[in-house]
Nanobody, 125 residues
Framework: QVQLVESGGGLVQAGGSLRLSCAASGRTFSDYVMGWFRQAPGKEREFVARIRWNGRSTFYADSVKGRFTISGDNAKNTVYLQMNSLKPEDTAVYYC??????????????????WGQGTQVTVSS
């Protein structure tokens, strides 16, 4: 059984920073792709960033490029999302997800097999 547990969300003022963590357990994640998605009220879940655990290549949505950084710690089986220069439009529930390395990833939720419970990020203006 794969489990993903997010933490690190909270309330922050515009321009501030937060770091989200996603602790993974139940499998060896060296061959997985880890992604972050977010979902605001009344909107669809949208891709934020992903990292290939084995090789560390990263990809970002245009809306967060240059502000957010995804990284991973193999020893801790944990993926991070460092979020800087936060804007009110970044307010959403942020989800961590995992999918097999062999799949083609273009940024849709269907590509991922495992999901965390989500963590709320609220950015005040």
């Amino acid at each position: 059984q794969v489990q993903l547990v997010e933490s690190g969300g909270g309330l922050v003022q515009a321009g501030g920073s937060l770091r989200l963590s996603c602790a993974a357990s139940g499998r060896t994640f060296s061959d997985y792709v880890m992604g972050w998605f977010r979902q605001a009220p009344g909107k669809e879940r949208e891709f934020v960033a992903r990292i290939r655990w084995n090789g560390r290549s990263t990809f970002y949505a245009d809306s967060v490029k240059g502000r957010f950084t995804i990284s991973g710690d193999n020893a801790k089986n944990t993926v991070y999302l460092q979020m800087n220069s936060l804007k009110p439009e970044d307010t959403a529930v942020y989800y961590c997800a995992a999918g097999p390395y062999y799949r083609r990833y273009v940024g849709t939720p269907d590509e991922y097999d495992y999901w965390g419970q989500g963590t709320q990020v609220t950015v005040s203006s």
